[in-house]
C-alpha cells in the first residue's frame, strides 16, 4: 500500500518560513517524480513546485525565489521549504506523485497578516 504523510504545516505571520515534509512508502521512491500541490478555499487544487527523480525542479510563477523543493531519496522524503510566506499562500498542502495519483492526506498552512 502507497502512503503519503505530510508533515510541517501550521500557523505564521506573513514573511515567515516553514519546511512541509513528506515521507512516501510503499514505492520505490527515487523513481518516482514528486510534486507538491495546494487549495486554497474555493479555488482549484494548482501545482506550486515539482521535483523529478533526477532532481529537476519547477515551480509556479507565485512562488519562484520564495519556496525551495527539495528531496531525500534515502529518507524517502520530499520538503517544501517555503520563505517570505504571504496571506495568499494560505491553503491546504498536498504532495502527490501524480502519474500514479498517489496523494497525501493534505497539511494546512495559514499566514495571518
Known amino acids: 500500500q502507497v502512503r503519503l504523510v505530510e508533515s510541517g504545516g501550521g500557523l505564521v505571520q506573513a514573511g515567515g518560513s516553514l519546511r512541509l515534509s513528506c515521507t512516501v512508502s510503499?514505492?520505490?521512491?527515487?523513481?518516482?517524480?514528486m510534486a507538491w500541490y495546494r487549495q486554497a478555499p474555493g479555488k482549484q487544487r494548482e501545482l506550486v513546485a515539482g521535483?523529478?527523480?533526477?532532481?529537476?525542479?519547477n515551480y509556479a510563477d507565485s512562488v519562484k525565489g520564495r519556496f525551495t523543493i527539495s528531496r531525500d531519496n534515502a529518507k524517502y522524503t520530499v520538503y517544501l521549504q517555503m520563505n517570505s510566506l504571504k496571506p495568499e499562500d494560505t491553503a491546504v498542502y498536498y504532495c502527490?506523485?501524480?502519474?500514479?495519483?498517489?496523494w497525501g492526506q493534505g497539511t494546512q498552512v495559514t499566514v495571518s497578516s
Open positions: 502527490a506523485i501524480e502519474a500514479l495519483d498517489y
Open positions: 521535483i523529478s527523480g533526477l532532481g529537476h525542479t
Open positions: 510503499g514505492i520505490i521512491f527515487g523513481r518516482n517524480d
